[in-house]
């Protein structure tokens, strides 16, 4: 294959702040494993460079874990070139082009994934037919957003094709070309528009791209759950999650996706409180706030969004601690909740209830009650079967009966009685 890189030009709508020095001053860019993959996949000719989100988040500073490589070498001239500089190399999509070079350094191994340049000739879903090419602005035009299509060399040169230069530096997520064929390749990219917005574009919702995601929008019941599942969870937890879920619900979509009624402004008024308090942010907490709690609506969202056990048991038990307890709980009212539930669905409930109340999220009730929540011991209930068994009591339906009423004294008297009191009472 002809070199390539006098068939495009460099990126020119950069501020300054990201030319080739900056990249060799970034840590995953010097990483010896991907160093050395490069050196192999660029020798005789060929043409290899860092495509997508590790750029991407490069230009934005934020963290790169991830770094997918484009080449115009062929998938079989990869595999030999990677395997001669002593990588192992897995078959990841090999009828799209790509494979993956694996390295063990220290004893942990560090995979890379490498894509031949392509272009799509039929397209249905995730499945496309592509032809592979040498070309890299057919290899751009077939990415969703322009700043999703930005490649940069080994040495640090950014490549620009489709402007997504321009767009990264004004937060605008565009799609690559025209919005309804690159929906219609994927309708994925609907959802994925809208989560990109929320982590990348502050926001603020491209017109030409949110008109195409409407007009397409019946699409949406064509993917899997759990492809559904995977961008909203991300788009819950983005920094402008709030901006984009109401752009979004205003034209209905949120209720289609989830097949009931919404409330955008609980899950807003959950993100300040966490952010205020500093509480971890939960995909399945904003979730439980998102939508509302009855067994009805969780089996629908079970379903709808083949939620995992663990989900659906974290979002079934922060709809049942909702309600039970309200500023001002005392002592033994959290203690009482934190052995019946656990410190994390009280949790969960206590913010959800907050969140649906008129009460800004700086008010020093229920921030007194949420830090008792999280702060006060878990009590464990001193007895168990066995010394029931041993004190005489008849092995079988007794014991449990016995357990439960002296449960139910120690939970009386806040949690307070000892095993010595408690056999006692027995």
């Not at 709030?242 to 209905?252: H, I, K, P, T």
């Amino acid at each position: 294959m002809r070199d390539q890189r006098s068939q495009d030009k460099p990126a020119d709508c950069l501020s300054g702040s990201h030319r080739a020095a900056d990249f060799h001053a970034m840590d995953w860019f010097g990483n010896p494993v991907l160093r050395d993959l490069l050196t192999v996949l660029n020798a005789d000719g060929a043409c290899t460079r860092i495509v997508g989100g590790a750029v991407r988040n490069a230009l934005l500073g934020r963290p790169v874990n991830d770094v997918d490589l484009a080449t115009t070498l062929l998938p079989e001239q990869t595999k030999a070139a990677a395997a001669a500089a002593g990588f192992k190399t897995v078959d990841t999509g090999l009828s799209h082009g790509t494979i993956t070079a694996i390295r063990q350094v220290d004893g942990a191994f560090q995979a890379v994934e490498v894509t031949t340049l392509r272009h799509d000739v039929e397209t249905f879903g995730r499945h496309a037919k592509v032809a592979f090419t040498d070309d890299w602005s057919a290899d751009a035009a077939r990415r969703d957003f322009t700043m999703n299509a930005i490649y940069v060399d080994q040495q640090g040169e950014l490549f620009d094709p489709v402007g997504g230069v321009c767009d990264l530096e004004t937060r605008t997520v565009r799609f690559v070309g025209d919005p309804d064929d690159r929906i219609e390749e994927d309708f994925l990219r609907i959802l994925r528009f809208f989560r990109f917005s929320a982590q990348y574009g502050n926001g603020i919702l491209e017109p030409a791209g949110l008109a195409a995601c409407v007009r397409k929008r019946a699409g949406l019941a064509s993917l899997s759950a759990e492809r559904i599942r995977k961008e909203l969870f991300s788009l819950l937890v983005a920094p402008f999650a709030c901006d984009v879920l109401r752009a979004m619900e205003s034209y209905g979509l949120l209720s289609d996706i989830l097949g009931t009624v919404v409330s955008v402004d609980v899950l807003c008024r959950l993100a300040m409180i966490e952010e205020h308090q500093g509480y971890d942010v939960d995909q399945v907490r904003r979730l439980g706030a998102l939508v509302p709690l009855t067994s009805l609506d969780q089996r629908g969202l079970k379903k709808r969004l083949r939620l995992s056990n663990s989900q659906s048991e974290a979002l079934a038990a922060a709809a049942k601690t909702a309600g039970i307890l309200r500023p001002p709980a005392g002592i033994a009212d959290v203690t009482a909740a934190l052995y019946s539930h656990g410190r994390r669905p009280v949790l969960d409930g206590v913010l959800i209830d907050w969140s649906k109340s008129d009460v800004r999220e700086n008010d020093d009730v229920w921030i007194d009650l949420c830090a008792r929540i999280s702060n006060q011991p878990v009590p464990e209930f001193p007895l168990g079967g066995r010394d029931l068994v041993d004190r005489g009591v008849p092995e079988g339906p007794q014991v449990g009966r016995a357990l439960r009423r002296l449960e139910a004294y120690w939970l009386q008297r806040d949690c307070i009685p000892g095993k010595v009191e408690l056999l006692q009472q027995l």
